[in-house]
C-alpha cells in the first residue's frame, strides 16, 4: 500500500464525507492549504458562555472578570433592548429569573426586558439568585460589559436575544460598538462576531456591517448550508446535534469572506464532553466552565 501523508490523507477522508452527504468537494476541499480550520490548527477555541457563568451570575461584569481569571479570551453574551432604547445584557426575555425584579417591581408581571426603562432595570439585583457574595451586582448595558471586556483584553462573541421583539436592534448594536472601536475593518473577525437564532437577523448585520463576522445558531439541513453561508462566517449548533460529517460538510463551504465557514458548538460543561465534541473536528467549543473545557483540551 503506498505510503500516505497526514495532509492528504486529511483531503481524502474530507472527500469522502461530503461524498457521502452528495457535497461535489471543491479543489479547496482537497488540498492541505485550503482544509478546514479545525483540521489545521491544534484544537478549538474555548468560549464563556455568558460569561463564566459556572462561577458567576450569567452575563454580569462579575463573569467576564470571572472568565478572565480563566484566562479566557472569547465571551459570549446576549443582549437585547429597553423600553427607552438601552442596549442592556439578559439571556431570558424575562428579568424573573436572575433578578429580584419580581420584588422591587411586583406588579408589573410578566416582567419582560423590553417592558422596563434602563433606569428601572438598574434597581434590580442580578447577582443574589447565584450566591451572597454576588448581592447587588447590576444588569450591564451593552457599553460596560465593552468596556470591561476591553480592560482585560478579551473578544466578544455577541448573540442578537430574540431580535423579532426589537425591530433594529441590528442597527442598534452596531452603532453603540462603532465608536467604541469594535467595528475594525483592518481586523474582521478579530474581536468580535454577532450571532442569532434569527437568520434574517444575522443577514441584516451583514448587509448593515460586512466586515463583522457573523453566526448563525441552529442546525440548517446540509442543502441549505450554502444559502445560510452567504452572509454567516459560523453555523453553531447544539452540541448534541453534532457529528463529524455535518461538521465537514459545513466547513467545506466558504463563507461570506472566502473562508471555510466555522463550527462553534454550545453548551460543553465537562471534559470528556469537550474532548469528544473536539474530536468531531469543530472549531470552537463555548461552555459555562472554559477553563475545565481547556484543561481537558490541553490533554
Known amino acids: ?31 492541505a492549504d485550503a482544509l478546514p480550520v479545525a483540521l489545521v490548527t491544534e484544537g478549538p477555541i474555548v468560549v464563556a458562555h455568558r460569561g463564566a457563568s459556572g462561577y458567576a451570575p450569567e452575563n454580569t461584569l462579575a463573569a467576564v472578570d470571572a472568565a478572565a481569571e480563566t484566562d479566557t479570551e472569547w465571551v459570549e453574551t446576549d443582549v ?12 431570558d426575555t424575562t428579568l424573573a429569573r436572575t433578578t429580584d425584579v419580581e420584588e422591587v417591581f411586583p406588579e408589573r408581571a410578566p416582567w419582560n426586558v423590553g417592558d422596563f426603562t434602563a433606569a428601572e432595570i438598574a434597581r434590580l439585583d442580578a447577582g443574589s439568585w447565584l450566591g451572597e457574595e454576588f448581592a447587588g451586582e447590576p444588569v450591564p448595558t451593552l457599553a460596560d460589559f465593552a468596556d470591561r471586556l476591553e480592560t482585560h483584553g478579551q473578544r466578544l462573541l455577541l448573540e442578537l436575544k430574540s431580535p423579532e421583539l426589537y425591530p433594529g436592534i441590528e442597527a442598534d448594536v452596531l452603532a453603540e460598538l462603532e465608536p467604541l472601536g469594535w467595528l475594525d475593518e483592518r481586523r474582521p473577525g478579530e474581536r468580535l462576531v454577532v450571532q442569532s437564532f434569527g437568520a434574517a437577523s444575522v443577514r441584516t448585520v451583514h448587509e448593515l456591517a460586512p466586515e463583522v463576522k457573523t453566526g448563525f445558531l441552529g442546525t440548517p439541513e446540509v442543502g ?76
Open 1 to 31: 500500500m503506498p505510503s500516505t501523508s497526514p495532509a492528504s490523507l486529511a483531503g481524502w477522508l474530507l472527500a469522502v464525507t461530503l461524498a457521502a452527504f452528495g457535497i461535489a468537494p471543491t479543489a479547496q476541499a482537497t488540498t
Open 80 to 91: 437585547q433592548r429597553t423600553a427607552d432604547g438601552v442596549l442592556v445584557l439578559m439571556h
Open 224 to 299: 441549505d448550508i450554502a444559502d445560510f453561508a452567504a452572509f454567516s462566517d459560523q453555523i453553531n449548533p447544539r452540541y448534541t446535534d453534532l457529528s463529524a460529517a455535518y461538521v465537514a460538510a459545513i466547513q467545506a463551504v466558504e463563507g461570506p469572506r472566502g473562508e471555510p465557514v466555522e463550527v462553534h458548538a454550545w453548551t460543553v460543561n465537562d471534559g470528556p464532553t469537550a474532548v469528544a465534541v473536539a474530536e468531531l473536528g469543530v472549531d470552537g467549543i463555548i461552555s459555562n466552565y472554559p477553563d475545565v473545557i481547556a484543561r481537558a483540551l490541553e490533554g
